[in-house]
């Protein structure tokens, strides 16, 4: 078992990968009484063309597969659905797809032992009819539409659109109604047999657990599976240009809501954990600096009454994908963008004020830190850093590589105007 220690934290990590080829982490927290657990696959919305292990031809799934099989993996032949058996147990279970991942979890004070008797049983043990299949594309058709009459899930996909031409991020994480017509038991079998094999997956579990103890508990629960071929997963060439810089859509809204994006086109592949992490840092940094609440563009956007709150600042990368994105509200989202661009300009031409970045960069690593205290944050932090070939200690152990000059150099190679698209929701009166 191998344990990485980080002193900043003051957190044990500790990591095994089973003969299976399943990796389990546990991160042990004494005396806490809540527990976590994820189970996760690297089986997101944009897997939808690969070649199965042991195969030759490539195959090519409806879009939408990855979260409907998601739904599909509670129902048990004996008619029951293990969502209302964990519920029954007292522990507050969920599941969740992204667009790299699948994602089954639950979290407890008592009755650990049984719930993860039940997850395991029913992450293993998939069923699927034509009957029960047929049920699910109503109910997924609901969630569908209803996603559909949010505007804050609509100037979202938009933004991508505008950034990316073929990659499979422009495509609805729970795919169209007409791509999930076109799922059958054999579509969901097939995609289960190929990305749910353990050497595909994760565990995470966060708890006052003994790490020794919980290993042997979690072999005892796993079903005896062959080993596994390669996957190989087949994406789309992306341009490194955008596709459009704005686009506007009418719906009901009380003020026009916006999405500013910027493509980031540098190969996330190639780079190593170090130089991801390092960048994402850096970038965190220059978006508070440029428009977050101690920016002085934040005050002057809040006083001219061009921006109600604070935007929400976010980094949004994976292997195949990396942009910006700044989310907000205002009676005039193209003047935010306008004032944005100058800004940027501004930082590019200009020294860093080396008193503001070192407060936002301190804020950030406290940040980092108080994402230790939460068994939720820590499980989930893992799982998604994870997928991306990172271990989530290295955000802690890289924050000191970030000087103003490396900031400097991200902020001239990310954050150029012919890479900025804005999306807008504005009120359909």
């Known amino acids: 078992m191998q344990i990485i220690e980080n002193s900043k934290v003051k957190e044990k990590l500790y990591i095994e990968k089973l003969e299976n080829g399943l990796t389990v982490m546990i991160m042990p927290k004494a005396n806490i009484q809540k527990k976590y657990m994820i189970w996760a696959t690297n089986f997101g919305s944009i897997d939808n063309k690969f070649i199965a292990p042991n195969e030759k031809e490539e195959t090519n799934i409806p879009d939408g597969v990855a979260h409907f099989l998601e739904h599909k993996m509670f129902e048990q032949e004996n ?28 979290e407890c004070t008592d009755n650990f032992y049984p719930a993860m008797d039940e997850l395991m049983d029913y992450v293993q043990n998939p069923y699927f009819t034509d009957e029960n299949v047929e049920k699910e594309k109503g109910i997924i058709g609901q969630e569908i539409k209803m996603y559909d009459d949010y505007p804050s899930w609509s100037v979202y996909m938009n933004a991508i659109k505008c950034m990316y031409k073929n990659n499979p991020i422009t495509i609805d994480i729970a795919g169209s109604i007409e791509s999930i017509s076109k799922i059958d038991k054999e579509v969901l079998y097939k995609c289960y047999n190929t990305f749910y094999h353990p050497s595909n997956m994760v565990m995470m579990i966060c708890g006052d657990f003994e790490p020794e103890t919980l290993i042997k508990e979690i072999k005892k629960r796993l079903k005896r599976t062959e080993k596994h071929g390669e996957i190989k997963r087949i994406y789309p060439e992306e341009p490194k240009e955008i596709v459009q810089k704005e686009i506007t859509k009418q719906m009901e809204v009380s003020m026009p809501i916006f999405v ?5 086109d540098s190969n996330n592949i190639t780079c190593s954990s170090n130089t991801i992490t390092k960048k994402h840092i850096a970038i965190e940094i220059l978006l508070n600096m440029l428009i977050g609440k101690s920016s002085k563009l934040y005050k002057s956007l809040y006083e001219e009454e061009l921006i109600t709150g604070e935007p929400y600042l976010e980094y949004e990368f994976s292997k195949q994908y990396a942009h910006v994105a700044i989310t907000g509200q205002s009676k005039n989202p193209k003047k935010v963008l306008e004032k944005l661009q100058k800004e940027i300009e501004n930082m590019k031409n200009n020294e860093l004020n080396i008193q503001h970045f070192q407060r936002i960069k301190n804020m950030i690593y406290g940040n980092y830190v108080k994402e230790y205290d939460d068994v939720q944050e820590i499980c989930r932090m893992f799982v998604a850093d994870y997928m991306k070939n990172i271990n989530s200690f290295e955000y802690i152990e890289n924050y000191e590589q970030v000087t103003p000059e490396y900031a400097k150099q991200v902020l001239e190679e990310i954050f150029n105007e012919e890479k900025t698209v804005i999306s807008i929701i504005e009120n359909n009166n």
């Open 79 to 106: 008619g029951t659905n293990s969502l209302d058996t964990l519920t029954a147990l007292g522990v507050n279970a969920n599941a969740y797809t992204s667009t790299d991942q699948t994602c089954y979890l639950f």
């Open 260 to 264: 500013i994006g910027i493509k980031d």
